[in-house]
């Protein structure tokens, strides 16, 4: 069942006894029907190693529940069958039906340590596939923009997460003139190409 | 004169009359008094007074006929005179409603003006006034106001207020009760989804919630938790006084 959007902060999620939903602890705002909420508990250690643990829980039961978080903005994003990857922080909820895994982003090496480093996601982030709702927080809005073979550069911070056979890369400009202090304040950048959705926050202000 | 900017410039005559400037600004049409919570006012067009609400009563003995809290005579003052008054909170959403001759209860830190021909009371649930009668008052809320039917379970920290029904009862999460009655205890370390305790509305009516859990701190909780302190014995006045003491010192 797909999210439903209240206004531009606040999504409601049906809530059966086949579907649950994972949440964020402590985005419920309220709920009708008869909702439980359960602390998730996960694998001792792993959250500690990867930095990709942010503390969810469970809601089951029947009914409707409205989630929203801290006054950010929420993009509901629906999955068929495809994959988006985003960081933990941004996830405000999502059907319990889909599989989430943790991976490393790009394959190693030492610019996708500093391309970490520069997004602040880390090295880590977290896929999420297969058929459902996501509800995906970010600050000032999400816009997407479709990638259909050509490349696009996004700013580090205002990058929210992508969808599709994207490559991401971070690229550098730094020279002698950021050296020097007259740089644009622009000096890294992503650059996205491939066939899929890359989406973009309206602001470059981390949370 | 300034050019290139793309946006309406208002003065006094231009300003909105009783309505919203933006979502995040409101201005009244002021003809006489409105009550305003302290720091709520953020421009004004006139000869209009801001007095401290215990200063007006001296001179006018309605407003402790209006004003039914003790608890919050502190956090208000009364704005008197002709203008435009512009009431705003540091960004938050701010809408106006119309009472008539009803009732709605309200989160104190969210209520920013009202008019005195509205009775505002304490409410039995801490940090909540009522708001009685016919007039127009302006709440904030963190993000837009949803509104929405009993039965419903609201998260207290995301609650705006309600009107017509019943005040709420708390409802524990069923899981979290189950485990807190099996395992005895009632601080159970990393069992807690933050969403253990709900307001639970029943009855008819409409519960207002905003749009996130950030809440503003109650500049009356201390004096709120005192009050109630006037119930214990002396004995057990001073076991409390002892635990806090503790708990301070830690």
Redesign the interface.
């Known amino acids: 069942m797909a999210f439903e959007s209240v206004n531009s902060k606040v999504v409601r999620a049906q809530i059966s006894q086949q579907g649950a939903v994972l949440a964020r602890r402590g985005a419920m705002l309220g709920y009708d029907g008869n909702v439980s909420f359960r602390p998730l508990a996960h694998a001792p250690g792993a959250g500690m190693i990867t930095g990709e643990s942010n503390k969810m829980m469970a809601s089951e039961g029947s009914g409707s529940v409205l989630y929203g978080y801290r006054g950010l903005y929420v993009t509901v994003i629906v999955l068929t069958g495809d994959s988006l990857s985003v960081e933990a922080d941004r996830i405000l909820a999502h059907d319990a039906s889909l599989q989430t895994s943790v991976e490393m982003i790009a394959q190693g090496g030492v610019r996708s340590a500093v391309r970490g480093a520069m997004t602040g996601q880390g090295l880590f982030t977290t896929r999420i596939s297969g058929h459902g709702s996501v509800a995906v927080l970010s600050h000032g809005g999400t816009f997407p923009l479709q990638l259909s073979g050509q490349t696009v550069g996004v700013d580090p911070q205002a990058y929210v997460g992508h969808s599709g056979a994207l490559q991401v890369d971070l690229k550098s400009s730094v020279g002698m003139r950021h050296l020097v202090g007259r740089g644009s304040g622009e000096a890294f950048q992503l650059h996205v190409s491939g066939h899929g959705t890359v989406y973009v926050q309206a602001s470059e202000e981390k949370f | 004169m300034i050019s290139g900017i793309d946006a309406t410039v208002y003065d006094a005559q231009s300003l909105p009359s009783n309505d919203n400037v933006n979502a995040y600004a409101f201005s009244i049409d002021l003809d006489g008094e409105w009550f305003t919570s302290k720091g709520a006012m953020i421009a004004y067009y006139g000869a209009i007074e801001l007095s401290g609400l215990s200063a007006y009563a001296s001179h006018a003995a309605w407003v402790a006929a209006r004003f039914s809290s003790p608890l919050y005579a502190q956090e208000w003052v009364v704005a008197s005179g002709r203008g435009k008054l512009v009431i705003g909170d540091r960004g938050n959403d701010i809408n106006s409603y119309d009472l008539d001759n009803g009732n709605l209860t309200i989160k104190q830190t969210n209520l920013l003006a009202f008019e005195t021909a509205l009775e505002l009371k304490q409410s039995i649930i801490p940090g909540f006034v009522t708001l009685i009668g016919t007039g127009k008052f302006l709440a904030s809320s963190?993000?837009?106001v949803?509104f929405?039917e009993p039965?419903?379970?609201?998260?207290p920290d995301?609650?705006l207020g309600w009107a017509d029904c019943p005040s709420p009862s708390i409802h524990y999460?069923?899981?979290?009760m189950s485990q807190s009655l099996s395992a005895g205890v009632h601080a159970m370390f990393?069992?807690?989804?933050?969403?253990?305790r709900?307001y639970d509305f029943t009855g008819a009516g409409t519960?207002l919630?905003?749009?996130?859990?950030?809440t503003r701190h109650d500049p009356a909780l201390a004096r709120i938790v005192e009050q109630h302190t006037h119930l214990l014995t002396a004995a057990a006045a001073g076991v409390l006084g002892h635990k806090l003491i503790a708990r301070s010192q830690e």
Request: without cysteine; hydrophobic residues 30%.
């Open positions: 963190n993000g837009p949803i929405v039965p419903f379970r609201a998260d995301a609650l999460d069923y899981h979290w990393g069992r807690e989804s933050g969403e253990e709900q519960v919630l905003q749009s996130s859990e950030v």
